[in-house]
């Protein structure tokens, strides 16, 4: 049985873009309209996922409650950590550590932020999470409310990017995209079913 999850990321927070990673930043008033706005007319779910971080899981609550949804939190779909570069812009990095900053920009996977959680760790944790999701909601439609990251892995992987162009997924504030797996963590070109 082919699984359906939306995923919509989190809209605009209060303390702005940058690398919020674990940061747990409120939506703005902007932010909750535009994951209202996302939503309108979309659906319907039988289920709803959340990020714990409170730029997700405030909507999810919202959400769960007006649509009298379930709705579960797995920690597991948490953003990717920047160590050290938590609550900094690319601006300020590039004035700071340029170099550290294009490595990262080039390849992801072989260059971590200093003190900052390796991609490949938030690969297999939100690939683990995401196999949960489909045995344990089989047959059911989703939605999952998370962070840029996490979305840019997975459609990278529906799409079937290379590892090297991960970042060059686009997800946008309050942004409500689908994906489609056929068996538990095939996502994928191979996985995919549109």
């Given at each position: 049985m082919t699984a359906r999850i939306d995923?919509?990321?989190h809209g605009e927070t209060e303390r702005g873009g940058g690398f919020r990673g674990s940061l747990d930043d409120a939506l703005t008033p902007r932010?909750?309209?535009?994951?209202?706005?996302?939503?309108?007319?979309?659906?319907?779910?039988?289920?709803l996922v959340s990020s714990p971080?409170?730029?997700c899981?405030?909507?999810?609550?919202d959400l769960a409650e007006r649509s009298r949804l379930p709705l579960y939190l797995d920690a597991d779909l948490r953003e990717l950590h920047f160590g050290e570069w938590e609550g900094r812009s690319a601006a300020e990095?590039?004035?700071v550590d340029a170099d550290a900053l294009g490595r990262f920009w080039a390849d992801p996977y072989g260059y971590t932020p200093p003190g900052g959680e390796p991609l490949l760790h938030f690969e297999q944790r939100v690939l683990a999470a995401l196999q949960r999701l489909?045995?344990?909601?089989?047959?059911?439609r989703l939605l999952v409310v998370?962070?840029?990251?996490?979305?840019r892995l997975l459609l990278a992987r529906q799409r079937g990017l290379p590892r090297e162009r991960l970042l060059e997924v686009v997800v946008a504030h309050g942004e409500l995209l689908p994906l489609r797996v056929?068996?538990?963590?095939?996502?994928?070109?191979?996985?995919?079913t549109s």
């Open positions: 995923l919509l990321r932010g909750w309209q535009q994951m209202r706005d996302a939503v309108a007319g979309a659906g319907p779910w039988d289920v971080l409170q730029r899981a405030a909507f999810a609550r990095l590039m004035q489909q045995r344990r909601f089989a047959r059911q998370g962070h840029a990251g996490v979305m056929s068996r538990p963590g095939a996502v994928g070109a191979a996985g995919c």
